[in-house]
């Protein structure tokens, strides 16, 4: 069983937690699951896009730390701000580095 546990994240500029962050090697696996229970909502069973955009090669578009704050920041609403510690975060992006 998965799921996020609660790490107050005050600041998505906070770049300890960024840092902490970039230096995991998260699990595409493990963030596959956390995608599937948190934002297949509105991205997508397949991150192709719903209510929110195809995920597919954002990581082209974006780097991991404006990733991050997208995930973070809740700066762009409908989507909200995920509070996520740093090792779900990595599994996160992983998994969306995997998705071509
Ligand atoms: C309530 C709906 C909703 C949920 C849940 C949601 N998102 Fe989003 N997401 C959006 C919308 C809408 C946008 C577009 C925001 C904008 O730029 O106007 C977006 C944008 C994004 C972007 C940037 C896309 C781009 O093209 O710039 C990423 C990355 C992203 N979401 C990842 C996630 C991840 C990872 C999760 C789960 C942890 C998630 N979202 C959950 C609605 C959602």
């Known amino acids: 069983m998965i799921c996020f546990s609660i790490f107050f994240v005050n ?3 906070n770049n300890k937690y ?8 998260g699990s595409a696996e ?11 909502g509105c991205h997508g069973i397949t991150a192709r896009g719903l209510v929110g955009p ?3 090669s954002i990581t082209k578009r974006l780097n991991d730390k404006e990733i991050i704050k997208q995930v973070t920041g809740g700066l762009t609403p409908p989507m ?21």
């Open 11 to 13: 600041n998505h500029e």
């Open 80 to 100: 909200p701000s995920f509070e996520i510690d740093p090792v779900n975060m990595s599994n996160l992006l992983n998994y969306l580095h995997s998705l071509e």
């Open 18 to 25: 960024i840092i902490e962050t970039l230096k995991l090697n």
């Open 54 to 56: 195809d995920l597919h």
């Open 30 to 40: 493990e963030g596959d699951a956390l995608f599937k229970m948190n934002c297949v």
